[in-house]
């Protein structure tokens, strides 16, 4: 929804709502933060930031269930803010809703890959929605190794191995086993108590020692924390049932995990006292010469191992190239690589032959790209395109390809009558192709009683039956052109100058 502009009269009661409601939040009153905030928002319905800033007021005050629907009209706004759906997410945890909560929180993971408070709010969801494996695997993720160690003993062997084995390793302070949980259990027991210091003694023990930890006998009976029996679904027996701590209370790792979680700042990270006259915008875009470090990573997010598609342009512009098997490519431009593919100049095919002449417009050698993985490609100074062709015939000057499928028969070719001076390829079938290009090319329609000209350096290529032929056009010196005859599209690159134009 669209902010409503408040009138002149409106506008100085706004800001001073805005102003008072930050006021209240640095004096730690959040309740009384969400007020003026919702004083605010009478005033400008569709403002988002402020919005945000109820919604954080809410979650302060612990008014999870007023919190809510706030973070859900957030979404609604902005789907694609990843800080939103971590936010209501953390509100339905709060809430005691954890698959809820796990719903919301792969949702924002799935925006924001690099966001780590989504994996450990999500081990937190995962442990109270009794999916320990899943909550095991993402507190490592985490690096929240005394979180993971409250819940081995609810997992087999088997399955904490693989985990253990399926993470990636990293060297120094990175991914490491957490102490297995009957060492725990020895320490704690050696202090003949069970309470949350001893536990967080016999943690720092195990990190200081693991050797020992390791080899330490098992116990007959592991100590059972207060974390272990919260975050344990209840069962229908009444004796095993266990009550939910409250957060005043709750002394174990993930109680006090669950309990500290805090928002996403997001659409709220802004000097509110000082940007409250701009705030009747409604924007949520960031202030100007700062943006939020989850809108940075996932603005023009490049995601090479999601494509479903063997050639694709990523939202930025980059070409994305995922090799199953084989495809041919160029290399310039390519600024990483993932899992295992080699690279192989290529040559010509010409009259359904291979050839031994490499395959290399204007010295940019087009490679036999075979195994299993991706590549990614920036455009520079160019943009790329990637089309795919159903039963179709596209031609298009060599220089132009940079991709193609190893699906497609292909070929290479020359105008007639230019002596080999405008290499051409052509493909026919099924199969994607990725051009590259200074300036998106025009299409032009051709039609069979209306043959035209194009200038040599313009012609990029063509679609269907179109017949090109070298020309020289009278008056224009010794200026070669391309007479298309026939039905078709012919694709136009156009003038170096637009381009300029156009930057």
């Not at 395109?385 to 132009?400: C, F, K, N, P, S």
């Amino acid at each position: 929804m669209k902010s409503s502009e408040p009138s002149d009269v409106d506008r100085e009661e706004f800001e001073k709502a805005v102003v008072q409601g930050n006021e209240q939040l640095r004096l730690g009153q959040p309740g009384m933060a969400a007020l003026h905030f919702q004083h605010a928002l009478d005033l400008d319905t569709g403002n988002g930031r402020i919005l945000a800033m109820l919604g954080l007021a809410h979650f302060r005050a612990g008014q999870f269930a007023e919190a809510r629907p706030v973070y859900q009209a957030l979404i609604n706004r902005a789907p694609q803010d990843a800080s939103h759906r971590l936010n209501l997410g953390l509100v339905n945890l709060k809430l005691g809703d954890a698959e809820a909560a796990i719903a919301m929180l792969e949702s924002s993971r799935a925006i924001d890959p690099s966001s780590g408070r989504a994996v450990s709010y999500l081990g937190l969801a995962y442990a109270r929605a009794g999916r320990f494996p899943e909550a095991y695997r993402a507190f490592l993720l985490a690096g929240q190794n005394d979180l993971a160690a409250e819940i081995e003993q609810d997992l087999t062997l088997e399955q904490r191995t693989a985990i253990t084995n399926e993470l990636p390793r990293r060297g120094g302070a990175g991914l490491t086993e957490p102490p297995p949980m009957a060492a725990v259990a020895t320490a704690a027991a050696a202090t003949n108590t069970t309470d949350d210091a001893s536990v967080d003694a016999a943690f720092d023990a195990m990190d200081q020692a693991p050797g020992e930890a390791d080899g330490a006998a098992p116990t007959a009976e592991l100590v059972t924390t207060e974390s272990v029996r919260f975050v344990r679904p209840r069962t229908n027996d009444d004796s095993n049932a266990v009550a939910v701590p409250q957060a005043a209370t709750t002394a174990t790792a993930i109680s006090r995990a669950v309990a500290q979680a805090a928002p996403a700042l997001g659409a709220a990270r802004t000097d509110l006292a000082a940007h409250a006259g701009s705030l009747a915008a409604g924007s949520l875009d960031e202030p100007a010469g700062i943006v939020a470090l989850s809108v940075y990573a996932t603005t023009q997010l490049v995601r090479p191992d999601e494509s479903a598609h063997a050639l694709a342009v990523a939202p930025g512009g980059q070409l994305v190239v995922r090799v199953e098997q084989r495809l041919w490519s160029r290399r310039d431009g390519m600024v990483l690589t993932g899992g295992a593919i080699t690279f192989e100049p290529a040559t010509r095919r010409i009259r359904g032959q291979q050839s031994q002449e490499p395959f290399a417009p204007l010295g940019r050698d087009v490679m036999t790209v075979s195994g299993q993985g991706y590549f990614v490609v920036d455009a520079g100074d160019g943009v790329f395109a990637a089309v795919a062709l159903d039963d179709d015939i596209l031609y298009l000057r060599e220089d132009v390809v940079y991709a193609f499928e190893a699906t497609l028969r292909w070929e290479n070719g020359n105008v007639p009558g230019m002596r080999g001076q405008f290499g051409v390829v052509q493909f026919r079938g099924d199969g994607a192709v990725a051009l590259h290009t200074a300036l998106p090319l025009m299409r032009i329609k051709l039609s069979a009683a209306a043959p035209c000209t194009v200038p040599v350096a313009r012609l990029a290529g063509w679609i269907g039956r179109v017949v090109p032929r070298a020309v020289n056009v009278e008056g224009a010196g010794p200026i070669q052109s391309v007479e298309c005859s026939g039905e078709g599209v012919i694709l136009i690159e156009p003038p170096a100058r637009m381009a300029e134009s156009r930057r």
